[in-house]
C-alpha cells in the first residue's frame, strides 16, 4: 500500500511560467531535500508527517475541483520526485488521469524521472542557479528535449545579474549541443518572504534579457503580487 505524504490539496490559479493564470488543483507533497537556499516553502522540506490514502486525495480533489470542472492539477512539493514519493506519485498520477485531470508536475531540476514523467501532460523543470546553492546538470534538460520534446518548461529563479549570467551561459551550452532551443525558457524574478515587492530587481532582468535578443520568457510570480510573498496555499 502506498504511503502518500501530502503537505496540502487547495485551488489557486497559477501564478507563475507559461501557464500563468490558469485555474488548477495544486497536489503539494510533503518532503524535500534539495534544500535551495532561497525556497519559499520550507515547511515543506519534512517528511514527517503522517500519510494519507489515496481515497482521501482524490475526495479533496474532487471538492477544489468543482468535481472535475478544474481539469487540471499541478503535483509539487516539496520535491514530488524525490525517491520516498515517486512510488506514490507514479500510482497517483496514474489514477488521476483515468479519472480525466490533466497533470503538470513542478520538478525542482535534480532528476529526471521516466516513470513519473510519461505519466504526464506537462513538465515544469528547474534550472537552479548560484542564488539558490543547487546546481542543475545540463545533461538533465538535454534528455528532456530529447524524450519530452513540446511537454515541458524551464524554469530559473533570477536574485541578481550573477543567477541572470550563470542562466545565459547555460542557455549557450544547451544551444550548442542541441542546435535550438525550441522550448518555453522561463526567467521568476526572486521575491522572497518578509520581502517588499522588488521592483528594481524586474526591471533590471528584463533589460539583461532584452540586451541579449530576448532569448527567455520573464515571467513574475503573479500570486505573490496579489497576496504576498509570505501567504501559502494561493
Not at 508527517?49 to 482521501?56: A, L, R
Not at 512510488?87 to 532528476?111: C, H, Q, Y
Request: aromatic residues 12%; glycine residues 8%; contains cysteine.
Amino acid at each position: 500500500m502506498q504511503q502518500y505524504l501530502i503537505n496540502d490539496i487547495y485551488r489557486a490559479t497559477e501564478g507563475e511560467g507559461v501557464f500563468v493564470g490558469r485555474s488548477q488543483v495544486f497536489v503539494r507533497f510533503q518532503g524535500c531535500a534539495v534544500g535551495c537556499i532561497n525556497c519559499d516553502s520550507m515547511d515543506t522540506w519534512s517528511f514527517e508527517i503522517e500519510p494519507t490514502s489515496i481515497e482521501s486525495i482524490f475526495e479533496k480533489v474532487l471538492e477544489e475541483s468543482y468535481q472535475g470542472k478544474i481539469d487540471w492539477i499541478s503535483i509539487t512539493g516539496g520535491d514530488p520526485l524525490h525517491p520516498k514519493h515517486v512510488p506514490s506519485v507514479v500510482a497517483l498520477s496514474k489514477f488521476l488521469k483515468e479519472k480525466g485531470f490533466k497533470l503538470n508536475i513542478e520538478a525542482a531540476g535534480t532528476r529526471v524521472v521516466d516513470e513519473v514523467f510519461e505519466n504526464l501532460d506537462y513538465i515544469s523543470f528547474d534550472l537552479k542557479t548560484p542564488s539558490t546553492g543547487v546546481q542543475t546538470r545540463l545533461a538533465l534538460i538535454e534528455k528532456l528535449a530529447q524524450n519530452y520534446d513540446g511537454k515541458f518548461q524551464l524554469k530559473a529563479v533570477i536574485a541578481d545579474r550573477k543567477d541572470f549570467d550563470y542562466t545565459l551561459g547555460a542557455y549557450r551550452k544547451l544551444e550548442e549541443s542541441l542546435g535550438t532551443i525550441e522550448f518555453p525558457w522561463v526567467l521568476t524574478p526572486c521575491f522572497e518572504p518578509s520581502e517588499e515587492f522588488p521592483m528594481q530587481r524586474f526591471i533590471d532582468i528584463q533589460e539583461w534579457n532584452q540586451l541579449e535578443g530576448g532569448p527567455f520568457r520573464v515571467i513574475g510570480q503573479q500570486h505573490k503580487w496579489i497576496y504576498g510573498a509570505d501567504k501559502k496555499s494561493v
